[in-house]
């Protein structure tokens, strides 16, 4: 099954949520206030492990228009 995963980073503020839970609502003392999104999958040191995403959005504070990408979009832009 799918997990449903919201962050929000605003300003120095980040928050996530975690299927309508939220668990991280953090002001950073020092942020990035601009730069990428990269999505990771990360197994601890356990070898090889599949991540996927589907209905990725993107949206910025007005001046950068959101974005959308479903599961086909995203192996098809890295090659898969």
């Not at 206030?33 to 356990?46: A, I, K, N, P």
């Not at 991540?51 to 890295?78: L, M, Y």
Request: overall charge negative; glycine content about 12%.
């Amino acid at each position: 099954s799918w997990h449903h995963l919201r962050i929000r980073a605003q300003g120095p503020r980040i928050e996530l949520w975690i299927n309508e839970t939220q668990y991280i609502d953090y002001v950073d003392s020092d942020p990035y206030l601009s730069g990428r999104v990269c999505l990771e999958g990360y197994t601890g040191g356990w070898g090889a492990c599949d991540a996927e995403w589907d209905n990725v959005v993107i949206s910025g504070d007005g001046t950068v228009p959101a974005t959308t990408s479903t599961w086909g979009q995203i192996k098809h832009r890295a090659g898969q």
